[in-house]
């Protein structure tokens, strides 16, 4: 069932647990998201960053296949179609294209033009029942070409975009998008605190969810946020899964190289990615 985010982390703000946001680039991956969150019984957010939607030749494309499989699967349980990272020209096209949900990325912005562009962009949103996250601070590292310098937010800042009236803010507290360094510093839960503080009951995002330790997404939850980005996680487990396929030879045993089949171990690794980030979220049984 294709809804907005608004509700689900509404819920997981309130209840102390967290929805998984999981970003999609194919078929497989859409399938393997929408198949494990029906059979956990558990709410979920499809990421897509522009670059993903471009790939997958475009945010009408997404937003039909989703649309299909969400139905030809019977899933049961609330799917929020999300852009993320959005530029202000990508949010319009989201919107355009059905998504349910958008991410708004003015953090590059001089804080006066995210206001105003956010601003815009809720009552755009709000106007046709889709959910809107925000982003001050910036999230460190590299994804699908969006890169970050890592600071930290300014909680008068997002209270700021809070006010706005968007429905989540992902807030930068040392998170970084792909794998963590191994000098990493860990999240600031020094600025997670005083953020939450500010922003009353506003669910938090935490991006870069790949690789933080299961203690820190606890705190972090018990902090306020109550939606997880994962990414990189998946990849790397379809491509280790799809190597000792290959590496076995098994696309030259039989019809193994028949994309069923050679695809298969990596469905199944990101099911099990997924699976796993659901159990640690809390997530499981809520929907
Ligand atoms: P990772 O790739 O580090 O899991 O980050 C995902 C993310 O934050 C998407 O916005």
Known sequence: MLVSAKEMLDKARAGKYAVGQFNINNLEWTKAILLTAEELKSPVILGVSEGAGKYMTGMETVAAMVKAMDK???ITVPVALHLDHGSYEGCYKCIKAGFTSIMFDGSHFPIEENVAKTTELVNASHNLGLSIEAE??????????????????????????ADLGVDFLAAGIGNIHGQYPANWAGL???????????VGEM??????????????IKKAISLGVAKINVNTECQLA???ATREYIEAGKDKQGKGFDPRKLLAP??????????????????VGKA
Not at 188 to 198: D, I, P, Q, R, Y
């Open 72 to 74: 030809s699967l019977g």
């Open 136 to 161: 001050v601070g910036s999230i460190g590292g590299e994804e699908d070409g969006v890169v970050g310098m890592g600071e930290c937010a300014d909680p008068n800042e997002c209270k700021m975009i």
């Open 188 to 198: 600031s839960f020094e600025t997670l605190a005083a953020v939450n503080e500010k």
């Open 203 to 216: 669910p938090l995002v935490l991006h870069g969810g790949t690789g933080i330790p299961a203690d820190m």
């Open 238 to 240: 379809f491509a280790a």
């Open 266 to 283: 990596g469905f199944e690794a990101i099911k099990a990615t997924v699976k796993e980030k659901m159990e640690l979220f809390g997530s």
